[in-house]
């Protein structure tokens, strides 16, 4: 008997790109056998109610547990309830904000289809396996999905499955996005030329979600971006890796190539601030067609970074951020304030620097209160209302000296 899954990516979220998870679990599974559907209801609901793309990204408790609402959304839940009767599990991408909706609809899905399973996997399953609030009732992917969720389709007695990673990536058959309606999103195409992260910043959360650093060849992603020039008429894409710049010599490697190969694209990436970045790299991007990179700077206080395991000192970020402007290379950098041990000294170095420098950094892209998603921290209350005025502070500044900042990502991680 063929195994059947109807996977959903319930809103609020991110509209820019197709949700990327959901394509690599589609296209897995149905490689393997399996009967597959997906459905991007954040998208779909997007439409259906008009509301502005601010008002459906802003942090807000308020709407996110109402919209879940069956009277308002009757003729999109019932078109879900019919799609979904024949399929045997039911699988959800959680986020922390769609977590609400994502719920709420399981439950109802219960109710009137008692014999479905249930899979829930994404970064709020995570988040809610370390504080042991696991459904046991329920089938849970803690980690990379497209194993783990083959292993329950196929019968695996364990409700939890954690960290069933792939080995080498390059096994994996091109992107396809048909299962999608690309023309929903913008015309930037999103992929991954890794999965993992090797570094140990002590704030963060995202390098838990994978237990090894794996990463395409340069061939591959290069060949997959032709392969996705092609298919969709783009020449944008956005890298989701954690960085792209986790090997140099991966990241010059892959430029030199793309040069060669002329493929006349657009790309954006995360970057980690790096010390033995060089001119020439930066010129090989530049001429690649690199057009913005997202860097997490996060504090400008030695001590602070220090207390992060950042690995870097303010002295290496001005010296990297010149590199980068030298090479014309547009970047925005992250912020986060109020980490625990941060001073007002501490505080201050940080405005300080970017005040100094704003000639040279030419955006903020993100800041936000300090935010302990895994619990790291056993005492205070994160975000602290400490945290929280120190963004205002600096908002304040930001907007006194005329830096360019992304007001959407501001405070945006927190509630």
Not at 200 to 213: D, G, I, M, V
Not at 269 to 284: I, K, S, Y
Not at 313 to 324: D, Q, R, V
Request: hydrophobic share 40%.
């Amino acid at each position: 008997m063929e195994k059947s899954i109807y996977i959903l990516h319930c809103p609020p979220s991110w509209l820019k790109t197709a949700p990327l998870s959901l394509v690599y679990l589609e296209n897995y599974l149905r490689n393997n056998g399996a009967i597959v559907k997906v459905k991007d209801m954040n998208a779909e609901f997007f439409r259906y109610m008009k509301v502005q793309p601010k008002g459906w990204l802003a942090l807000n408790n308020n709407f996110e547990e109402n919209l879940f609402d069956e009277k308002s959304s009757s003729v999109l839940l019932e078109n879900l309830y019919h799609e979904i009767k024949d399929y045997e599990y039911i699988g959800f991408s959680l986020l922390n904000r769609n977590s609400s909706f994502s719920f709420k609809l399981a439950q109802k899905i219960r109710e009137m289809f008692p014999s479905k399973k249930l899979i829930f996997g994404g970064p709020q399953a995570l988040f809610l396996d370390h504080q042991n609030k696991l459904d046991r009732n329920s089938f849970w992917v803690i980690g990379e999905g497209e194993y783990a969720t083959a292993k329950i389709i196929n019968g695996a007695a364990e409700k939890i499955q954690r960290f069933k990673e792939l080995e080498n990536l390059d096994e994996l058959p091109f992107l396809d996005f048909s299962c999608l309606e690309v023309k929903n999103y913008s015309n930037s195409m999103p992929l991954l030329s890794s999965r993992g992260c090797k570094f140990n910043c002590n704030f963060c959360s995202e390098k838990k979600l994978y237990n090894k650093f794996r990463q395409h060849s340069p061939e591959y992603v290069l060949d997959l971006m032709k392969y996705l020039a092609d298919k969709h008429k783009t020449n944008t894409f956005v890298f989701c890796d954690s960085m792209i710049n986790t090997s140099n010599q991966w990241l010059g490697e892959f430029c030199k190539k793309l040069i060669q190969r002329r493929l006349k694209v657009k790309w954006e990436a995360q970057m980690r601030v790096d010390a033995a970045f060089n001119a020439e790299l930066g010129r090989l991007m530049k001429e690649s067609g690199c057009y913005n990179l997202f860097i997490g700077l996060e504090s400008a206080s030695s001590t602070t970074l220090k207390n992060m395991n950042k690995g870097f000192n303010p002295e290496i970020a001005l010296g990297f951020f010149k590199k980068l402007k030298e090479a014309d290379l547009h970047f925005e950098i992250s912020l986060i304030f109020g980490y625990p041990g941060e001073t007002s000294a501490d505080f201050s170095e940080t405005l300080d620097f970017v005040v100094k420098n704003k000639k040279i950094i030419p955006k903020i892209a993100q800041a936000n209160p300090f935010v302990d998603y895994m619990g790291n921290f056993s005492r205070g209350t994160f975000p602290s209302a400490e945290a929280r005025k120190k963004v205002k502070l600096f908002l304040r500044a930001v907007e006194t000296e005329k830096i360019k900042y992304t007001k959407s990502f501001i405070n945006n991680l927190a509630y």
